[in-house]
């Protein structure tokens, strides 16, 4: 007896017929020999292929029509099963796309029995509301900027005596308010150069420097409020290892500056921050490595994202943008780097940033 029946076949052939016609994401199926098995009418609007068209090559060649940028080739040998599929963007026509290459394997994973799904998904709305958003808190953080500024000089002006004597009860309050100013003066400076670098208009200017010699002038300038809280630094570098690399020395130094406020931040009282630099091919690698608060499992996904903060952070440091992160990455990247972490609640974390050295710098160059 057939393990399916005809009529259970239809059946379920009624079922997937109803999800992928009615589906608004854009599906293809390619065998081995790159040969069009199915193609559904989503896909078939946005590659604008009349409701027939069924050759391979005419629906490939529409495909390479409408996302020039994408080299088909590449992806589909690149589709590998079980592995995480890259997203690629592609824009056209003013409308925006996810395009996935996912391997999908019909049995025991021979190649003959290997197809690629190509994914493709409008995310035009969502694109529109994320500038829509970017524009918003450009505007916002560009009008509060002058007040913010205004106010901090009539603040210091008080404080300094310009306007007369001052009690000191008075002196503390305008203190604690000429500190909650600067505060919002640096939110507002983070939430334009997160914007700067969303846009693609941060803009960079390299030199040669030693790494090295970063690493330990940022180490001085946090090694004040590492000892008000009691917390232990210690730096392990190879001697005579100046890294030098082909960097912005201002970025690099704000990414390395945000990584060690952060483990200072995040760490009790009397516990230990171990930064190292070791090479790591081509690269050198810098790992910040604390035995602080750590980061939730469930929230580490969100962590490099703009504004995350996560529930054990807040509760121990209310203040606090959620934006240092998602620029280190962006600044890290762009030179040609990786940044990441590992983390366990209660443990502690560790952040690790790989710069291309100079040696390498032909090879990897900035990417805007
Ligand atoms: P902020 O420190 O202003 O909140 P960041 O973007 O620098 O913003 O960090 C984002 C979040 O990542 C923090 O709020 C915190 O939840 C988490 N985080 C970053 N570094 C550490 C660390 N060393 N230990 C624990 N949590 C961290």
Known sequence: MPLFSARKFQVEKAKLDIVTENMREGAIVLNAKREVLFINPAARVMLELGRTEAKSAAILIAFQKKFPSVDLNRCVIGAKPKESQEVLSAESDSSFYEIRFCCVSG????????????????VTE?????????????VVAHQLRTPLSGLKWTLHMLISGDFGNLTDEQRTFLMKSYENNERMITLVNDMLAADRI???????????????????????????????????????????ENFPAFVDPSKIRAVLQNLLENSVKYTMKGGTVLIKMEASGTDVKITIKDNGIGIPKEQQAQIFTRFFRAGNAVKMEPSGSGLGLY???????QHGGKCWFTSEEKKGSAFYVTIPTVAQENNKKITL
């Open 198 to 240: 969303e846009s693609g208009r941060m803009k960079y200017t390299l030199m040669r420097i030693s790494v090295r010699d970063l690493v330990e002038n940022v180490l001085f300038e946090v090694f004040p409020s590492a000892q008000r809280r009691k917390i232990k630094i210690d730096f392990q570098c190879p001697p005579k």
């Open 327 to 333: 620029m280190v990455k962006k600044i890290v990247e």
């Open 107 to 122: 049995d025991g994973g021979s190649d003959k029995n290997q197809y690629v799904l190509i994914w493709m998904e409008d």
């Open 126 to 138: 969502t694109k529109i509301l994320e500038r829509r958003k970017s524009e918003f808190v450009s």
